[in-house]
C-alpha cells in the first residue's frame, strides 16, 4: 500500500485567451468545476494505477467536502483517514488556463490549513511507502516523512517550509524546475543549470521534472535525461501529480530510479490528454503501449 498526505480541494477551472496581466480584466464563459490538490491528485492517480493507496488529508463539514470524498472514494482511495473538520470550508484552487494551456493558480486553502501530525498518525500495516507534498501544514509534511520503513518521497510543492532537516528525512526528491531553482537558490533555465541544482541538493535521489523537455534523473553520481514523448496536450494541470504517483508505484515495484521515470514520463504526457487535473489519468495497459511505441 501507498500511503499520501497532502491536500484535497476544489478545482474551478477558467479558461481564457491569455492570462490577465497585474491590474487588467479578462471575460470568458469557459469555466468547469472539478476535484483537484495534490494529495488527492496523486491518490487517485496511484489508484488508476491499481496501487492500494490511502488518503491522509482534511476537507470541511460542507457540500465540496462531500463531493471530494466521493470522487475518492469511486476512484478506490481508502479515505478512512480524511478528517472533516466543522467551521472550515473545503480547500478551494482557482485555475487559470491559458489558449497555450499555461495556468495560474490560486490556492483558497481552508481545511487543509489544519491537517495536523495527528492527522498523519502511524499506518498500519506499515506502508511501502509514504508520498507527500507541501499543500498542507509542514508538521504534517515533517509527520508523514518521519515515518520510518517505507520509501519516503517529497514533492516540494510548493517549495515553502521545506528545509535542510526536512530533506534529510527524504529518500526521493521530485521537485519541478521552479522549486528545484527556490530549493537551491540557483537559477534552472536549461538543462546544464538543472544538473547543477540536482548535485547542490543534500538528497542524492531525486528527479526534476522539465514540462514537455521531461525529466532530468540524479541517482547518486549518476544524470540522466528522460524525455517525454510528444503528445497533443489539452490541460497540463496535475501532469506533475501524474508524475509523482507514477515514479512512487513504480518504486514500490523495485524499478531503479531512472527506468522509474521512464513510466512517469509517459504516464505524465498521457494525463495531459484530458480536462482536470483527474481527467486523462492512465491505466498501467496504457503506459505499457506508449512506452513501447
Ligand atoms: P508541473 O506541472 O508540476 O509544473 P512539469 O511542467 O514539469 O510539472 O510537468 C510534469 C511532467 O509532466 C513532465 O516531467 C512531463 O513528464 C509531463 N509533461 C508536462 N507537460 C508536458 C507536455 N507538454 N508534453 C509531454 N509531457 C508533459
Do not use: H, M
Not at 502511524?122 to 508520498?131: C, D, E, G, Q, W
Not at 521531461?214 to 528522460?226: I, K, N
Request: overall charge negative; some cysteine.
Amino acid at each position: 500500500e501507498v500511503l499520501v498526505v497532502g491536500s484535497a480541494n476544489l478545482d474551478r477551472v477558467i479558461r481564457l485567451d491569455r492570462l490577465p496581466r497585474p491590474g487588467e480584466t479578462v471575460l470568458t464563459g469557459d469555466a468547469e468545476t472539478g476535484a483537484g490538490g495534490k494529495g488527492a491528485n496523486q491518490a487517485v492517480a496511484l489508484a488508476r494505477l491499481g496501487r492500494r493507496v490511502a488518503l491522509r488529508a482534511a476537507v470541511g463539514q460542507d457540500a465540496g467536502g462531500d463531493t471530494l470524498l466521493a470522487g475518492l472514494r469511486r476512484a478506490g482511495v481508502d479515505v478512512s483517514g480524511v478528517r472533516r473538520i466543522e467551521g472550515v470550508p473545503t480547500g478551494e484552487a482557482l485555475i487559470l488556463l491559458d489558449g497555450d494551456g499555461e495556468n495560474s493558480i490560486v490556492v483558497l486553502e481552508g481545511a487543509n490549513r489544519w491537517l495536523g501530525p495527528a492527522d498523519v498518525g502511524p499506518a498500519r500495516p506499515a506502508p511501502a511507502a509514504v508520498l507527500v507534498q507541501c499543500e498542507v501544514p509542514t508538521a504534517a509534511v515533517r509527520a508523514a516523512l518521519a515515518v520510518t520503513g517505507p520509501l519516503r518521497i517529497l514533492n516540494p510543492a510548493p517549495a515553502q517550509g521545506v528545509d535542510a532537516a526536512l530533506l534529510a528525512q527524504v529518500d526521493v526528491l521530485v521537485p519541478n524546475r521552479i522549486e528545484l531553482a527556490q530549493l537551491t537558490g540557483r537559477p534552472v533555465t536549461d538543462l546544464d543549470e538543472a544538473r547543477a541544482a540536482l548535485a547542490a541538493l543534500p538528497v542524492d535521489r531525486a528527479v526534476v521534472t522539465l514540462g514537455a523537455v521531461g525529466a532530468l534523473v540524479r541517482d547518486g553520481q549518476r544524470y540522466e535525461l528522460v524525455p517525454a514523448p510528444a503528445v497533443p496536450v489539452v490541460d497540463t494541470t496535475g501532469a506533475g501529480d501524474c508524475f509523482c504517483a507514477t515514479l512512487t508505484s513504480a518504486l514500490v515495484d523495485g524499478l531503479p530510479l531512472v527506468e522509474a521515470a521512464r513510466w512517469a514520463v509517459v504516464a505524465a504526457a498521457l494525463s495531459t490528454r484530458a480536462v482536470g487535473a483527474q481527467g486523462g489519468l492512465p491505466t498501467p495497459g496504457e503506459i505499457t503501449e506508449l512506452l513501447a511505441r
